[in-house]
């Protein structure tokens, strides 16, 4: 594996690659690397010749009360797991590789940015705009993966492809989860031991919303519950039903349903979601 900290190389090693048609695919992360980031990095391996792995924590992404200062920053670790997969090249840039300059572009993000977890973390989206266009810009990637357990983030960095000039190709992977369904995520390692046991009643409440649905039972009564559920061990944020397709409401027409949930157990803030279909649509 090859580390590059500079941009500019980054940049002129993938021209160099992409020249002799070597298919090039891009997994952005910020370190703190489980087998949620592994199961990208394979799909990765599986769609392209070269995989490039970013590990950056991106400031611009963290509210002011948020953990930007305790994110796990766990580089040797990291590299240890990105050998074992037998990655390509790894990009860790520092902040001023990436944000040579303090003037700082602000994303129209329409819709997407009004809802969910926008709500919650105001200006997050626009910093996972800043972070992801810049990294586009240096890798210039013919595939890009990112995971479905950040769903809306998904859904924005589609519209900033489609805002783009160039023609990256953005896949995702489902989410991965423990044995015992709670989502993969590297701030799961914050919370305490009875934090942890309660956390996989998130998956647990949305396995049951889905049930009660595809059982007849109306949407609206079984959300309620599984909100009075989850409210007894953590601190809820949101937890709605939308279209998966552009995250609008449903009405009832819509064939695909995706349930999202943002709670907080202790000071960690987790998310999940789950997607499923209307029957017989
Ligand atoms: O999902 C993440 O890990 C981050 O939001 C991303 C996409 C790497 C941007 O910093």
Same mark, same amino acid.
């Given at each position: 594996?090859?580390?590059?900290?500079?941009?500019?190389?980054?940049?002129?090693?993938?021209?160099?690659?992409?020249?002799?048609?070597?298919?090039?695919?891009?997994?952005?992360?910020?370190?703190?690397?489980?087998?949620?980031?592994?199961?990208?990095?394979?799909?990765?391996?599986?769609?392209?010749?070269?995989?490039?792995?970013?590990?950056?924590?991106?400031?611009?992404?963290?509210?002011?009360?948020?953990?930007?200062?305790?994110?796990?920053?766990?580089?040797?670790?990291?590299?240890?797991?990105?050998?074992?997969?037998?990655?390509?090249?790894?990009?860790?840039?520092?902040? +001023? +590789?990436?944000?040579?300059?303090?003037?700082?572009?602000?994303?129209?993000?329409?819709?997407?940015?009004?809802?969910?977890?926008?709500?919650?973390?105001?200006?997050?989206?626009?910093?996972?705009?800043?972070?992801?266009?810049?990294?586009?810009?240096?890798?210039?990637?013919?595939?890009?993966?990112?995971?479905?357990?950040?769903?809306?983030?998904?859904?924005?960095?589609?519209?900033?492809?489609?805002?783009?000039?160039?023609?990256?190709?953005?896949?995702?992977?489902?989410?991965?989860?423990?044995?015992?369904?709670?989502?993969?995520?590297?701030?799961?390692?914050?919370?305490?031991?009875?934090?942890?046991?309660?956390?996989?009643?998130?998956?647990?409440?949305?396995?049951?919303?889905?049930?009660?649905?595809?059982?007849?039972?109306?949407?609206?009564?079984?959300?309620?519950?599984?909100?009075?559920?989850?409210?007894?061990?953590?601190?809820?944020?949101?937890?709605?039903?939308?279209?998966?397709?552009?995250?609008?409401?449903?009405?009832?027409?819509?064939? +695909?349903?995706?349930?999202?949930?943002?709670?907080?157990?202790?000071?960690?803030?987790?998310?999940?979601?789950?997607?499923?279909?209307?029957?017989?649509?």
């Amino acid at each position: 594996m090859i580390t590059y900290e500079s941009a500019e190389d980054l940049s002129l090693k993938i021209r160099h690659l992409q020249d002799k048609s070597l298919k090039v695919s891009f997994v952005p992360t910020m370190g703190g690397l489980h087998e949620g980031h592994l199961a990208l990095m394979k799909l990765a391996q599986q769609k392209s010749d070269v995989v490039v792995v970013s590990i950056f924590v991106n400031p611009t992404q963290f509210g002011q009360n948020e953990d930007l200062n305790k994110y796990p920053r766990t580089l040797e670790k990291d590299i240890s797991l990105l050998e074992t997969l037998d990655i390509d090249i790894l990009f860790t840039p520092s902040v +001023e +590789e990436i944000y040579p300059s303090n003037d700082l572009e602000s994303y129209e993000l329409g819709f997407l940015d009004t809802i969910l977890c926008a709500k919650t973390r105001p200006g997050h989206f626009n910093g996972v705009a800043q972070v992801v266009n810049r990294l586009f810009d240096i890798v210039h990637p013919d595939i890009a993966v990112f995971g479905e357990k950040d769903y809306q983030q998904l859904m924005i960095i589609n519209l900033i492809n489609k805002n783009r000039k160039d023609d990256i190709k953005v896949i995702s992977h489902e989410i991965i989860r423990e044995r015992d369904g709670l989502a993969m995520s590297t701030r799961n390692q914050y919370l305490s031991f009875d934090d942890r046991e309660n956390a996989k009643k998130i998956y647990q409440n949305l396995l049951g919303i889905k049930t009660d649905f595809l059982r007849g039972i109306d949407l609206d009564s079984s959300i309620k519950k599984a909100k009075d559920n989850l409210s007894q061990f953590s601190k809820l944020d949101y937890l709605e039903a939308r279209n998966s397709k552009d995250l609008t409401d449903i009405d009832n027409k819509t064939d +695909e349903i995706i349930l999202l949930c943002a709670t907080y157990l202790g000071e960690t803030r987790l998310i999940d979601n789950l997607i499923f279909r209307r029957k017989n649509v």
